[in-house]
Each structure stands twice: as structure tokens, then as C-alpha cells.
């Protein structure tokens, strides 16, 4: 209940920015392709959804604010779950979805071209270990109920209602839970697991 209320709260503060403070806005909708490192598994090979809003303000001729709220699935697959002849089934995948808000600066490189940075947090929706017999159990949260990271990306104006944007996050805290109460447990390497996400969506300004 509370995490409902939280969300329309947010968006309705959003709102209420756009039209009272002369904020710009849209929405989001992308694809997201992640991975986890330290979970022994290599690659981007993870796909999810990506959507949500913005609100954006011009702080000058070069450089403006951008808020976003989005819903975000991470996470890592083992691709040698679907080979059948080289099955690896010492890792499980991971499975995780986040409501997330990122705060970033646009600097204009160009009429069609900005280049971003900035910082997001993120709430834990659900996160779980999945193998062959689908969602293993775990009595305790195997994951922490957030997420801190830094990124970088790249925002194309298509066109006065449309951007195409790319960018590439990494977390700066590990996630699961027990890389703070067992941390040699689930990773050799001592270090934790942290998501690494490359996203691509469409911009739709209002």
C-alpha cells in the first residue's frame, strides 16, 4: 500500500511541476539489457522493460534538469539454460524489477545531439534466483530493497516530440543481501554483485 500511494504521490508532484513551474515532461518506453556482475555470469543478455515520465527545465542555453520515474527490470540470464548440449546449471538467473528515479544534466552538444550524466536511486519491487524449476526459494529477500548508481548516455532529437536515448548504468553499492551477511556465499570474488544495465528507449515530449 505504502509503495502505491509513494508512486501516485511522486506522480502527481510531477504533475503539478510540469504545469505550475513551466517544467517540460513526457514519457519513456525502452528495452532494457542488463547483466550482474560477480555472479559469475558474463554478458548483457538479460532483456527488460523499460517505461515511465520525465519533467525537464532548461537551466541554461546549454545545460538542463531532467527527474524521471520509470519501471525498470535488471537482472542476469544463463544462456547455457537453453543449450542442450552444453547445460550449465551452477548458476541461476536473476530476476529483479525496480522503480526507479534518475536526476541527470543535459549538456548540448549539438542541435539534434545532448550528452547526459546524473545519479539514480531505486526501490526493490521483486528479486529472486530462478533455475530450470522456475523461482527458488528463499525464506529472506536474497536482495537488498534498493539500488544507487551512476550513468551515462546520449539523447538524439529525432525530431520536436521525439528523442532516442541510450545509456549505461552501473550500481556503486552491491545488491543481494548476502553480499553484506555471507559475502563469500554467492560470489568468489569477495566484491558483490552490482547491476550493469545498457538501455535504449524512445523520448516523448509533450
Request: proline share 4%; charged share 15%; net charge negative.
Amino acid at each position: 500500500m505504502l509503495k502505491k500511494f509513494t508512486i501516485a504521490l511522486f506522480c502527481g508532484l510531477l504533475t503539478l511541476s510540469i504545469q505550475a513551474q513551466n517544467f517540460g515532461g513526457g514519457i519513456i518506453l525502452g528495452l532494457s539489457t542488463s547483466q550482474v556482475g560477480g555472479d559469475d555470469l558474463g554478458g548483457f543478455n538479460k532483456a527488460g522493460l523499460l517505461a515511465g515520465v520525465y519533467a525537464n527545465k532548461s537551466i541554461s542555453p546549454l545545460l538542463s534538469f531532467k527527474m524521471e520515474m520509470t519501471f525498470i527490470q535488471k537482472g542476469s540470464n544463463n544462456p547455457k539454460m537453453n543449450d542442450v548440449e552444453h547445460k550449465d546449471y551452477d548458476w541461476p538467473d536473476i530476476f529483479l524489477s525496480y522503480i526507479e528515479v534518475p536526476l541527470l544534466l543535459q549538456y548540448k552538444q549539438s542541435e539534434v545531439l545532448e550528452i547526459e550524466g546524473g545519479l539514480l536511486c531505486a526501490y526493490l519491487i521483486d528479486g529472486y534466483y530462478n533455475d530450470l524449476t522456475g523461482e527458488m526459494p528463499n525464506e529472506i529477500n536474497p536482495f537488498i530493497s534498493y539500488d544507487i548508481g551512476l550513468f551515462v548516455g546520449l539523447d538524439y532529437k529525432y525530431s520536436d516530440k521525439i528523442s532516442l536515448n541510450t545509456r549505461i548504468c552501473n550500481s556503486v553499492l552491491p545488491i543481494g543481501s548476502e553480499d553484506y551477511s555471507h559475502p563469500t556465499t554467492y560470489n568468489s570474488n569477495r566484491k558483490g554483485k552490482y547491476n550493469s544495465v545498457l538501455s535504449f528507449a524512445l523520448h516523448y515530449n509533450f
